[in-house]
């Protein structure tokens, strides 16, 4: 039995919880993941997995989705793209 006042942090999509104490990396790492995301959201860039699916060619390359952000700050920073995903998804729950 789960207590409601426990909140599980689980992606659906990922099926990953995200890390209660994560690396100084990772956090720093997800710092600019969120800055990146906010600002493609902003510009009107950001868009859902579905949205990138339906797009194709040079239309998608414009476009972020959060997985395109989390893979390109891990690859950056070396922080844990699992858990910078689930951050962004956490932010974004309507674009992930």
Do not use: Q, W
Request: hydrophobic fraction near 35%; charged fraction near 30%.
């Amino acid at each position: 039995m789960e207590l409601h006042s426990h909140h599980k942090r689980l992606r659906d999509f990922t099926g990953h919880t995200c890390s209660l104490h994560p690396d100084e990396l990772t956090r720093n790492a997800t710092e600019i993941a969120l800055e990146r995301a906010r600002f493609a959201l902003e510009e009107g860039r950001l868009i859902s997995p579905g949205e990138a699916l339906a797009l194709a060619g040079s239309e998608a390359r414009k476009d972020e989705t959060l997985f395109s952000i989390a893979r390109a700050v891990s690859f950056e920073m070396g922080g844990d793209l699992d858990d910078i995903l689930c951050r962004l998804g956490e932010k974004y729950p309507h674009l992930s």
